[in-house]
C-alpha cells in the first residue's frame, strides 16, 4: 500500500499538482494552461479530486470524458471554476446572423459540410459550416467543448464547482455535464452556464441521479439553443424504459434559459422545491414521451409564461405548495 501511494504521489507531483499527503485523494490548483487531460488522469488515478480555485480558473479545451470509473468525487474550493477554451464572442454572433442562422429551420432542409459530414437541419448545418471555415477545422474540435461527461460510472459525486461554457450555439455539440449509461450520481453544488449544447442532460439508461442546490443559466455568450436539461435523448430509445430515476432538489433555473427545465422522456423524475426565474414563452418543464414528473412545492418566476406541457402518454402531478 505504502508503495503504490508513494507511487501516485511522484506521479502527481511530476505534473507539478499539488498534493495531500494520501493515495486517495490530491488537491490540484490551476496553472492557467490547458486542463483537461490532466483532470482525467487525476479522476482515474484517487478516489478524490479536489480542485482549488485560489489560483485562477482550470481551462478545458475539451470534455473531459470520465468513461467506467466508480466510486469518484470531484470537488470545488475557493470558488473553483472550469472554463471551456473555445468561446463564442461577438464577431462569430454578427456573422452567423448576417447568414440569417436565426431564421432557419430547426427540424430538416440540411446538407453535407464541407469535410463530409451529413447534418440533417439548416440551422445546425449552416452554423457548423461556418465554424468550419472561420477556424479552418475540419474535425471541428469547437463541438467538444465541454465539461464533464460520465459514460458507464457509478457512485460518483461532483460538488461545488461552477462550470463555464462557450456559450450555446446549435452545432450538435458537448454539453457542461453530460451522463450517460451511468447510476448513482451526485451532483450537488454546482452553478453551470452558457453550456454548447446542454447545461446538463442526462441519457441513455442512466439511473439513480440526484442534482442537488445547483444552478443554470445562459449569458450574453450564448447566440441559441439555450436548452439547459435534458433526460433521455429521444423517443426512439425505449430501452431507457424502467431507467432515468432523477430527483432535482432545490435547483434554481435563470435568465437565459430558453427551455428544457428538464424535458423528460421516459423518465421518473421529482422536482422538489426548484424554483424557474427565467423569461421565456416556452414550455419550461416539457414532459414528453411516457414520463412521469412530479413538481413539488416549486416556484414559477412573473416571466415563465407556460410552467409545463404534458404529453398524451406522459403523466405530470402537481404537489403541496406549487405557485
Not at 264 to 273: E, Q
Request: glycine share 10%; charged share 25%.
Amino acid at each position: 500500500m505504502k508503495t503504490k501511494m508513494l507511487k501516485i504521489q511522484l506521479l502527481l507531483l511530476a505534473l507539478g499538482w499539488a498534493v495531500v499527503c494520501s493515495a486517495r485523494s490530491v488537491r490540484i490548483v490551476s496553472d492557467g494552461s490547458d486542463f483537461s487531460d490532466r483532470l482525467l488522469r487525476a479522476v482515474q488515478s484517487v478516489d478524490t479530486v479536489v480542485l482549488d480555485g485560489s489560483q485562477g480558473e482550470f481551462v478545458l479545451g475539451h470534455t473531459v470524458v470520465c468513461k467506467n470509473l466508480k466510486n469518484k468525487t470531484i470537488l470545488g474550493i475557493n470558488k473553483a471554476q472550469l472554463r471551456t477554451k473555445f468561446r463564442m464572442t461577438e464577431t462569430i454572433a454578427s456573422a452567423l446572423d448576417s447568414l440569417g442562422i436565426r431564421g432557419m429551420s430547426t427540424a430538416g432542409e440540411g446538407g453535407v459540410l464541407s469535410n463530409g459530414v451529413k447534418v440533417r437541419e439548416e440551422r445546425e448545418w449552416r452554423t457548423r459550416q461556418y465554424l468550419i471555415d472561420l477556424f479552418d477545422d475540419r474535425q471541428e474540435t469547437f463541438r467538444s467543448a465541454g465539461g464533464l461527461q460520465l459514460s458507464y460510472c457509478a457512485d460518483i459525486t461532483v460538488r461545488g464547482l461552477m462550470l463555464q461554457g462557450p456559450g450555446s450555439v446549435d452545432v450538435g455539440g458537448n454539453d457542461l455535464i453530460g451522463i450517460d449509461h451511468s447510476t448513482r450520481i451526485h451532483i450537488d453544488s454546482c452553478d453551470l452556464r452558457d453550456g454548447l449544447d446542454g447545461n446538463m442532460d442526462i441519457v441513455f439508461q442512466s439511473d439513480s441521479v440526484t442534482v442537488t442546490n445547483c444552478t443554470f443559466g445562459y449569458t450574453a455568450l450564448s447566440y441559441d439553443h439555450m436548452n439547459s436539461n435534458l433526460i433521455g435523448a429521444g423517443d426512439r430509445f425505449v430501452e431507457d424504459r424502467g431507467k432515468l430515476h432523477v430527483t432535482y432538489s432545490d435547483c434554481t433555473w435563470l435568465e437565459g434559459c430558453r427551455q428544457r427545465m428538464p424535458m423528460v422522456r421516459f423518465g421518473v423524475v421529482r422536482l422538489v422545491r426548484c424554483k424557474w426565474l427565467c423569461h421565456t414563452s416556452y414550455p419550461v418543464v416539457d414532459v414528453r414521451k411516457e414520463a412521469h414528473v412530479t413538481i413539488e412545492d416549486g416556484f414559477f418566476g412573473e416571466g415563465v409564461q407556460i410552467p409545463y406541457r404534458i404529453d398524451p402518454t406522459a403523466t405530470c402531478e402537481i404537489l403541496r405548495n406549487v405557485e
